[in-house]
């Protein structure tokens, strides 16, 4: 089994916090060692070390908190009795009053391998509001559930947002540990930084080998499957197409009322996109889009997640959804999205609007992977330096 950073801080304790630190630690319900113990536990029982505040991400610290843009308050912890500060409220980055008194910040978040899953970007943000008021960032090492592989465009300065607020692509083939490097090294972002290391993590690794049990890291990330996935139907965000949260199979199911099953996953079967499969697949959301209302749909069953390439997937499938159902229903979701209330949220997630124009053309995906050719090995280029693995 792969050995997290947070499992190598238990044991080596004294390589990495001096006796009598005075820490904050930032970490969710999935922040937990092999044995199920939440981080605040284990931290908390280490000798000499002093737990003053624990921070919340997106979706809270209990990670029960449903949406985009659903805040959750700032409240005490009950077992400590010490502050929990929402990074997911007014403000999205600790203030000097958070994190007043502390030595070190631990951060033990399970990133999923995206650019829009927002804990990289709190991470982000961490990394400088801790450099600014001299307090140490420690980064608990987790393993990348998609292994190291790059896929997808550089995000555009345009359209930096909560979810991308560098130029990375959507799928970055790091850790948590290595963007944080990144971030401090390559991003100018001037902080006291130390990442305690995973042990037995190859990069070629996907989550089922590392032989962890999976703790989804937010309400609508249950499974690895959904994992595999979420970097291309995480596009459907920026649609009025229904990413299938309210069914028990986020962002693996994708649809809406107009949409026919049938039809449309022949439809995607017939591009003949490598490792996935596309099943006709009606549901009914109980929340959010089309909450109520009889969808039809398709569910995307990955068949090899080697030759998988979730990004390129997601683009065909927002592609069909277009040449198919525009004027039927199927439209460019509007503002607000993530705290931005001018900008289409597909040009968030996308990260360069050339490619929602090649989409509206009817593009194929060679032509759309010529927007963006070069960057992914520039990418794996200018990230050397900072692996870790």
Same mark, same amino acid.
């Given at each position: 089994m792969v050995e997290i950073g947070l499992e190598v801080l238990a044991r080596?304790?004294?390589? !990495?916090?001096?006796?009598? #630190?005075?820490? +904050?630690?930032?970490?969710?319900? /999935?922040?937990?060692?092999?044995?199920?113990?939440? #981080?605040?536990?284990?931290?908390? #029982?280490? $000798? %000499?070390?002093?737990?003053?505040?624990?921070?919340? $991400?997106?979706? +809270?610290?209990?990670?029960?908190?449903?949406?985009?843009?659903?805040?959750?308050?700032?409240?005490?912890?009950?077992?400590?009795?010490?502050? &929990? !500060?929402?990074l997911y409220a007014e403000r999205r980055a600790p203030t000097p009053e958070m994190l007043h008194g502390l030595d070190v910040l631990l951060v033990d978040l399970q990133d999923v391998g995206?650019?829009?899953?927002?804990?990289? !970007?709190?991470?982000?943000?961490?990394?400088?509001a801790c450099g600014r008021a +001299? &307090?140490?960032? &420690?980064?608990?090492?987790?393993? =990348?559930?998609?292994?190291?592989? @790059?896929? +997808? =465009?550089?995000?555009?300065?345009? !359209?930096?947002?909560? @979810? %991308?607020?560098? $130029?990375?692509?959507?799928?970055?083939?790091?850790?948590?540990?290595?963007?944080?490097?990144?971030?401090?090294? #390559?991003?100018?972002?001037?902080?006291?930084?130390?990442? &305690?290391?995973?042990?037995?993590?190859?990069?070629e690794m996907l989550w089922p080998e590392t032989g962890r049990p999976w703790v989804l890291p937010s309400p609508n990330m249950p499974t690895f499957d959904?994992?595999?996935?979420?970097?291309?139907?995480?596009?459907?965000?920026?649609?009025? /197409?229904?990413?299938?949260?309210?069914?028990?199979?986020?962002?693996?199911?994708?649809?809406?009322?107009w949409l026919d099953s049938d039809g449309f996953a022949a439809r995607l079967d017939a591009l003949g996109r490598p490792g996935v499969r596309f099943r006709p697949a009606p549901f009914l959301p109980t929340f959010q889009k089309w909450a109520g209302e009889p969808c039809g749909g398709v569910q995307l069953h990955v068949t090899d997640p080697t030759a998988f390439r979730p990004y390129r997937t997601g683009l065909a499938l927002v592609r069909e959804l277009w040449r198919v159902h525009r004027g039927d229903g199927f439209a460019w979701r509007q503002p607000p999205y993530e705290y931005e209330t001018e900008k289409l949220p597909i040009h968030l997630l996308l990260g360069d609007a050339r490619l929602r124009e090649g989409l509206e053309a009817g593009a194929d995906l060679t032509e759309l992977e010529g927007l963006w050719a070069g960057e992914e090995t520039a990418w794996q280029e200018e990230c050397e330096p900072y692996r870790l693995y």
């Open positions: 080596e304790c004294g390589r !990495w916090l001096r006796p009598g #630190a005075r820490v +904050g630690l930032l970490l969710n319900s /999935a922040s937990v060692d092999a044995g199920l113990r939440s #981080a605040r536990d284990v931290v908390g #029982a280490l $000798p %000499g070390v002093e737990v003053r505040a624990l921070f919340g $991400p997106q979706h +809270g610290l209990r990670t029960d908190v449903q949406d985009n843009m659903v805040e959750s308050a700032h409240a005490t912890d009950r077992v400590l009795g010490v502050p &929990v !500060w929402s995206c650019r829009v899953y927002t804990f990289i !970007w709190t991470l982000r943000l961490v990394l400088e +001299g &307090v140490q960032v &420690v980064v608990l090492d987790r393993p =990348n559930p998609l292994g190291g592989a @790059v896929e +997808g =465009n550089l995000l555009r300065p345009p !359209w930096q947002s909560f @979810v %991308g607020l560098e $130029p990375i692509p959507m799928r970055h083939g790091l850790t948590v540990g290595e963007l944080a490097r990144w971030f401090a090294g #390559a991003r100018g972002i001037g902080c006291d930084l130390a990442v &305690v290391p995973l042990e037995g993590w190859r990069r959904t994992a595999l996935v979420y970097p291309g139907t995480v596009l459907l965000e920026g649609t009025t /197409a229904s990413e299938g949260r309210g069914t028990t199979r986020p962002f693996e199911l994708v649809g809406g009322p």
